[in-house]
């Protein structure tokens, strides 16, 4: 399956490839205490299109819990899929002009192929800059490459400044410990603040540009206090 390779490498160099939309690199954050969220998004790689929807709940206020996934298609026929399970916490709530650090650990699956699930963590720093118009995300973890049977060493750098009260541009770069990274920027904008966002970026890897570059449109929902 052509998609298979793509939405594997995704899922390894970013286990979660969940962060607030539209970064992959993730933050020192989590949804709201008490609250929800829907982050989904399409992703177009050529003539290949993943569907993404990552719901999200923080029912106690410091452990985070992600349960979502993707449906994949190449010339409208559905070829493969991805499930993932994530847990958040903090050890330290980002602040402005200060710093937040974080633990992730999960596990990412291919549908109905165990030999192909991988768990992994990884420690989310980010770093408050310019009373928030600057926000920088640093990512280190591992993930379990249960196929081969090889641990894999993975990494993210990710900025978010801030263009207006309500627009953001992001960029950022990510990879793993063997191959070449890539690299994603874009623009975040709330149509609601704090409840409603809209988003797009443009991403590639660096020595094929041309050959693997992708786009992404996304929306990312924030309910009030639920619980």
């Given at each position: ?5 793509i939405l594997l490498a995704l899922l390894t160099i ?136 090889e641990n894999r060493l993975t990494w993210g750098l ?70």
């Amino acid at each position: 399956m052509r998609l298979l390779p793509i939405l594997l490498a995704l899922l390894t160099i970013a286990p979660a490839a969940h962060a607030a939309r539209p970064m992959v690199t993730d933050d020192a954050r989590l949804t709201d205490g008490g609250a929800c969220q829907l982050e989904s998004w399409l992703h177009l790689h050529g003539s290949q299109h993943e569907l993404w929807a990552l719901p999200a709940c923080n029912p106690g206020g410091n452990l985070e819990l992600t349960l979502g996934g993707a449906l994949a298609y190449a010339d409208s026929r559905q070829e493969s899929g991805a499930a993932v399970i994530q847990l958040k916490t903090l050890f330290k709530p980002l602040e402005t002009n200060g710093y937040g650090v974080g633990l992730a650990v999960g596990y990412a699956a291919q549908p109905g192929s165990s030999h192909d699930a991988n768990p992994y963590f990884y420690v989310p720093v980010s770093f408050s800059l310019a009373d928030d118009r600057l926000v920088i995300h640093t990512n280190l973890g591992v993930t379990r490459e249960r196929e081969n049977s090889e641990n894999r060493l993975t990494w993210g750098l990710g900025s978010e400044i801030q263009m207006s009260a309500r627009s953001y541009l992001i960029a950022e770069t990510f990879g793993q410990d063997k191959g070449t990274p890539f690299f994603q920027v874009g623009v975040r904008h709330w149509i609601v603040p704090n409840h409603v966002q809209i988003d797009t970026t443009y991403g590639s890897r660096f020595d094929g540009i041309s050959e693997h570059h992708w786009f992404s449109i996304g929306l990312r929902l924030i309910s009030p206090t639920l619980f």
